[in-house]
T-cell receptor, first 115, second 117 residues
């Protein structure tokens, strides 16, 4: 089954404790991206990657890191989480050529709470 | 910069009735894609319908259809014969045809639709 697998689904952590949210896709998509969803703000892009070893900042990158060492994986790293990073996070992927047909495929989301 | 606006934070409709969700966007580009995504309480993001800007014909997927007005930069979603399972947050989204360096999907703030029995 074609999918984006995102883990964990829920995470509660304390301020300053490094964490990683994993994202993996099995569709050989070039493009992967991280979004955060907050009430009244919709989804905002954090980081994106056009291909292996190619990453760039989105609209709200402060406090986050990413890496793209393999085409299928795109982990999101919070080096020192703070309460304002409490949010719902989504990983998404797409084929550049086919995104107009199939859109973007999303993971099931990670609900992160930083206390 | 491209923006997407959904001016209806919440809407309600009776089961079996028809409802229209509004979306406007702003861009200076002429070729782009528009999408409607559904997010039920399970929070999964589900593609409902898509539209290519270079196609004049409005997209239709079963009970879901769009009214795409390119000159007005409007992309509304019509849900016919509303069902309880349509209760969800609906997001309008936009991406450029020539994504280039960003290939970014830009979202509106969402409309929470409640279908009443």
């Amino acid at each position: 089954e074609a999918q984006v697998t995102q883990n964990p689904r829920y995470l509660i952590t304390v301020t300053g404790k490094k964490l990683t949210v994993t994202c993996s896709q099995n569709m050989n998509h070039e493009y992967m991206s991280w979004y955060r969803q907050d009430p009244g703000l919709g989804l905002r892009q954090i980081y994106y990657s056009m291909n292996v070893e190619v990453t760039d900042k989105g609209d709200v990158p402060e406090g986050y890191k990413v890496s793209r060492k393999e085409k299928r994986n795109f982990p999101l790293i919070l080096e020192s989480p703070s309460p304002n990073q409490t949010s719902l996070y989504f990983c998404a992927s797409s084929s550049y050529r086919d995104r107009g047909i199939y859109g973007y495929t999303f993971g099931s989301g990670t609900r992160l709470t930083v206390v | 910069a491209q923006t997407v606006t959904q001016s209806q934070p919440e809407m309600s409709v009776q089961e079996a009735e028809t409802v229209t969700l509004s979306c406007t966007y702003d861009t200076s580009e002429s070729n782009y894609y528009l999408f409607w995504y559904k997010q039920p309480p399970s929070r999964q993001m589900i593609l409902v319908i898509r539209q290519e800007a270079y196609k004049q014909q409005n997209a239709t997927e079963n009970r879901f259809s769009v009214n795409f007005q390119k000159a007005a930069k409007s992309f509304s979603l019509k849900i016919s014969d509303s069902q309880l399972g349509d209760t969800a947050m609906y997001f309008c989204a936009f991406t450029l045809f020539e994504g280039g360096a960003t290939n970014k999907l830009i979202f509106g703030t969402g409309t929470l639709l409640a279908v009443q029995p």
